[in-house]
């Protein structure tokens, strides 16, 4: 049995004895500590946040975004190790719905499922997405694509908890065939969408003013499926609040052949980072990519 799953169950335990603001305190130290001592992290970070913010990595604005950022995802992995004592009441008390349209994000929702042919959520490391899953799950079918762990105690103590929140969870490496049936049923899957690939092995997107490559699945899940997808995510806001923001459903289109085919996979992708860029140039510090997203980054100085 690994030291990680003792760790989290540990740590589960501990978070729940440990008040709101308190756990929040202790894993943003835990996240900024990770950021100064980890330089490996730290410098691809800060490549990442001046590709953001459009500054060199050395400028002060850049070093504070790329601070803020781990800051903020010690929090989430706080309220990750007390995700079995979530109080989703109170989320969803201090919850400001900011989804476009003057619509919420249920409207959002509803409207692409008026289809028939299912939802694919889309979200991103950002802010907190397993309370967005949890959000989502109390209202309707909600199945969630997740990786697994290599230890089988971790992976059933961590899925586990997702499944108490009302979440189906989908192994990644499962067949598409079970992410297709669970559209075909027109309910929701839910899919993290922001990991940069190879120009082989993905598709290309302009994000932040430059190409990177990511994944094509969910956007042929779409094509092959008919669902819609609905960019969605939920983020920290002030004075322990909670914000949410669901975009439009982006709609799939008819193609003939494999040419239009790989265009409208281009397409859908691109229309799902153009929602991502919205969030990550508006609120930066939310965003936890601490990977090189952008190919062949000029190497950091610091």
């Known amino acids: 049995m690994s030291a990680a799953y003792w760790f989290a169950r540990g740590g589960s335990t501990l978070a729940g004895w440990t008040p709101r603001k308190l756990r929040h305190t ?42 803020a950022s781990w800051k903020n995802y010690g929090r989430y992995a706080a309220d990750f190790l007390n995700f079995p004592n979530l109080n989703l009441e109170y989320i969803e008390e201090h919850l400001h719905d900011l989804s476009d349209g003057g619509r919420g994000w249920l409207e959002e929702v509803q409207l692409a499922q008026e289809r028939g042919k299912g939802v694919i959520f889309a979200t991103a490391h950002f802010g907190n997405w397993d309370i967005a899953g949890a959000i989502v799950g109390k209202r309707m079918p909600l199945s969630v694509v997740v990786e697994s762990f290599d230890d089988p ?13 009302g979440m189906t969870v989908i192994p990644m490496e499962s067949s598409m065939r079970r992410i297709l049936r669970t559209l075909q049923q027109n309910q929701i899957v839910a899919i993290v969408a922001d990991r940069p690939v ?73 229309e799902m980072y153009n929602a991502q860029e919205a969030m990550v140039r508006s609120w930066p510090t939310q965003w936890y990519m601490f990977r090189a997203f952008w190919p062949q980054a000029l190497p950091a100085q610091k």
Do not use: H
């Open 153 to 165: 105690r971790m992976d059933e103590l961590i899925q586990g908890q997702r499944r108490d929140k």
């Open 198 to 270: 190879s120009a082989e092995q993905g598709v290309p997107v302009t994000f932040c003013g430059r190409t990177t490559y990511v994944p094509g699945g969910p956007a042929a899940l779409a094509l092959k499926s008919g669902a819609a997808i609905v960019p969605g995510y939920v983020w920290y806001g002030e004075k322990e609040g909670y914000l949410l923001r669901a975009f439009p459903p982006i709609i799939p289109r008819e193609y003939k052949g494999n040419e239009e085919k790989t265009a409208e996979i281009a397409r859908l992708t691109q």
């Open 26 to 67: 202790l894993g943003g130290l835990l996240g900024t500590s990770s950021y100064l001592g980890w330089r490996a992290k730290r410098l691809v970070t800060l490549q990442n946040m001046a590709q953001v913010a459009g500054l060199p990595v050395k400028d002060p604005r850049v070093q504070y975004l790329a601070y």
